[in-house]
């Protein structure tokens, strides 16, 4: 009897263990059903401008509560759309990378409201070595001949002038290439800025008047700058010459003794009357 008591009080221990666990592993499953959402991901590396289709995006789990702003939950919204930054695989797909409904792929899916895209031919020396890359900022130089007045020196090295025409301009591409997280330089033969239309007419109109450079710049430097550019005169630092003034007064001091010998003349002269006739005679 003492046997079959203690194998009955055996086996209701491990029911109610058992019952414990599943209990236990129900609520669980529960909690942890209600802490996790499906988000849209990248399913392999998006270039920017990319046209997104159902092969480059997948649904995985992700925690509720770290789930980032913006991300986006049903993939049904995100078939077609245009991405305006690149996306790694992995990284979910935000509403933020994407541009609005509509939007065609390409180049012009990325330029800002309000801006061009304009291409100027550029070599390695042009294209400061090829580290002018997508995402990357330039200042723009012309070196052209500067107008002089009739008065100045119109020798043709006294004209020349360097001088900072834009600031900032983003480029957006070089060649075909847009691809923003590449950092190795590359020596193209074109670039491709965004500026706007008012920028866009100086760049066009100082490539047709003289010869462009890019200057890399700080991404993060806001500061402009105002310069009187560069001449050959400033660059050797050769006095300014000024021309003479002093032979309109040289003019005007040959005037007043003109006039002060006519009024001298004039007073050693004498009338002579001789018969009928009166002549003045001055000495």
Not at 2 to 17: C, P, Q, S, T
Not at 32 to 45: L, N, P, R
Not at 73 to 97: A, N
């Amino acid at each position: 009897m003492r046997n079959v008591r203690a194998i009955v009080m055996l086996l209701v221990a491990a029911l109610a263990g058992l019952a414990a666990v599943v209990l236990a592993s129900r609520w669980m499953m529960q909690q942890s059903s209600g802490s996790v959402t499906k988000v849209v991901v990248a399913a392999t590396d998006i270039n920017l401008g990319q046209r997104l289709a159902p092969e480059f995006v997948k649904a995985v789990d992700w925690p509720r509560d770290s789930l980032p702003p913006g991300a986006l939950t049903d993939q049904k919204l995100i078939d077609g759309r245009v991405t305006k930054s690149s996306v790694m695989r992995g990284e979910p797909i935000l509403e933020s990378k994407l541009t609005p409904i509509g939007t065609r792929g390409g180049l012009s899916a990325v330029i800002a409201d309000g801006k061009r895209a304009i291409t100027v031919r550029v070599n390695d020396v042009v294209g400061v070595a090829g580290f002018a890359l997508p995402g990357s900022f330039v200042d723009i130089i012309v070196n052209t001949q500067k107008d002089t007045n009739k008065g100045e020196n119109n020798s043709q090295n006294e004209q020349s002038i360097s001088k900072i025409v834009l600031e900032k301009i983003l480029v957006l591409a070089i060649a075909q290439e847009v691809n923003r997280d590449e950092t190795k330089p590359k020596v193209v033969n074109a670039v491709t800025l965004e500026v706007s239309p008012e920028e866009a007419e100086k760049l066009d109109l100082a490539r047709s008047v003289g010869t462009l450079s890019l200057v890399l710049r700080n991404q993060i430097d806001p500061h402009p700058v105002d310069t009187a550019g560069a001449t050959k005169r400033s660059l050797l630092n050769e006095p300014v010459l000024k021309a003479a003034v002093a032979a309109p007064v040289v003019v005007k001091a040959v005037q007043v003794v003109h006039r002060l010998a006519e009024k001298k003349i004039a007073t050693n002269c004498v009338g002579v009357i001789s018969g009928m006739q009166q002549n003045q005679e001055c000495f």
